[in-house]
């Protein structure tokens, strides 16, 4: 969610003293958030006002981010983004599609889609930016429940950048949850062909398996899960899946036995 450098790098002349600063304060921020919270409310005090003024609320925005408080980022993301409108700043909208991913995160779903949908209307992203603000927007459809139209972003994205792995494997995981299971195994298969050792996809595949009734299959995948990144949050929820698998063939396995038991005492007995 950190704004590259795009101020500080638009032109070949020498940097600006807020440019610098910029530069400074997005460094201090990325090595500690508080502190760099710190600076920048100190540089918005020190500069009230002026052409630059939302620099510091820039940085500000991205220790907000950095620290978890996406609301508070989501604000000042949204308030540098309407002065770098004004001051003709072609940043502008990739500081719009910053609050966007901000409030998404704070759950502020209706924020979110209202800043992302000022970054693309801008047609200023650039290419990477705009997929990265579509699957922000994407997922935002998905948290207001708008599926048809998260998998029509969704399938943008699979056109225009079809190298990229998370749009198959997001695409997968909508399909599914959409209960179109014969595309999530599409997508997911290419998925796993462009992210072969990633636990999302693993974890995501077993779970595309085990709603087809492919048990077997969703195991492996589980287990695949865990081998790969034993201590990430996909492995957690793979041995949590295991545990529930493991459990429901024990229940099976005991009415199995009970039934064939069942069936003996039945049998006549032999004299």
């Known amino acids: 969610m950190f704004l590259p450098l795009l101020l500080f790098l638009q032109s070949s002349a020498l940097p600006t003293l807020d440019e610098v600063k910029l530069r400074d304060c997005l460094k201090l921020v990325r090595a500690d958030a508080k502190s760099g919270i710190v600076s920048a409310n100190e540089w918005a005090r ?5 052409k630059n003024r939302y620099f510091a ?11 978890g408080k996406y609301s508070q980022s989501a604000d000042r993301f949204a308030e540098a983004a ?8 072609l940043g502008a909208a990739k500081l719009w599609a910053q609050a966007g991913g901000a409030a998404l995160s704070a759950g ?25 603000t579509l699957i922000d927007r994407a997922r935002a459809y998905v948290a207001s429940d708008r599926l048809d139209s998260a998998m029509t972003d969704l399938a943008e994205i699979r056109r225009t950048a079809p190298n990229l792995g998370q749009g198959w494997l997001l695409s997968a995981t909508l399909a599914r ?30 779970n595309i398996a085990a709603a087809a009734g492919a048990y077997d299959i969703a195991r492996e995948q589980w287990q695949q899960t865990v081998k790969i990144a034993p201590g990430s949050p996909q492995s957690a929820t793979a041995k949590a899946l295991l545990e529930q698998l493991a459990a429901i063939d024990a229940e099976q396995a005991k ?3 009970a039934a064939k038991a069942e069936a003996a005492a039945r049998e006549p007995q032999s004299r």
Do not use: H, W
């Open 177 to 206: 949850r959409m209960g179109d299971l014969a595309a999530a195994q599409g997508f997911i298969k290419t998925a796993g062909a462009l992210y072969a050792s990633d636990p999302a996809v693993a974890l995501e595949a077993g």
């Open 46 to 50: 020190e500069q009230p006002s002026g």
């Open 57 to 67: 609320d820039i940085c500000l925005a991205s220790g907000y981010a950095r620290d």
């Open 255 to 257: 009415v199995t036995a």
């Open 82 to 89: 309407r002065a770098a409108e004004k001051a003709g700043d």
């Open 108 to 132: 502020q779903t209706d924020d979110a889609l209202g800043y992302i949908e000022t970054a693309l209307r801008s047609g200023k992203l650039l290419p990477g930016e705009r997929i990265d």
